[in-house]
């Protein structure tokens, strides 16, 4: 059964740092160009980053560029995102999820329907 897990969020300051990470169960991580994307309350989902399938290219949304670094593992199918210098505005649960990252608008966004749980990422004093 395909299942993505996403782990690593919690309670941090801003100005702190957090490293999520992201695994499928059922489905050949390593073979996809992957993207981690977030979604705040009352707010639309939206792509925070996205990496290519070799791990040699990746793109960042405005917000989060020099901030937000993704990676990736293939050899233990896991795909991280650090996070630094972390702001209340990136507050959201995040997912992870495959993608095209050189075609917008993100058509994962449009028409992915099996996205995890998630991770909760609170940014707060």
């Known amino acids: 059964q395909l299942q993505f897990v996403e782990s690593g969020g919690g309670l941090v300051q801003p100005g702190g740092s957090l490293r999520l990470s992201c695994t499928a169960a059922?489905?050949?991580?390593?073979?996809?160009?992957i993207g981690w994307y977030r979604q705040a309350p009352e707010k639309a989902r939206e792509r925070v980053a996205c990496?290519?399938?070799?791990?040699?290219?990746?793109t960042y949304a405005d917000s989060v560029k020099d901030r937000f670094t993704i990676s990736r593992n293939n050899a233990v199918s896991t795909i991280y995102l650090q996070m630094n210098s972390l702001k209340p505005e990136d507050t959201a649960v995040y997912h992870c999820?495959?993608?095209?990252?050189?075609?917008?608008?993100?058509?994962?966004?449009?028409?992915?329907?099996?996205w995890g749980q998630g991770t909760q990422v609170t940014v707060s004093s």
């Open positions: 999820a495959p993608t095209a990252c050189g075609i917008l608008p993100d058509r994962t966004l449009l028409e992915f329907d099996m």
């Open positions: 059922g489905f050949p991580l390593d073979n996809y160009a």
């Open positions: 990496i290519y399938m070799r791990g040699d290219r990746a």
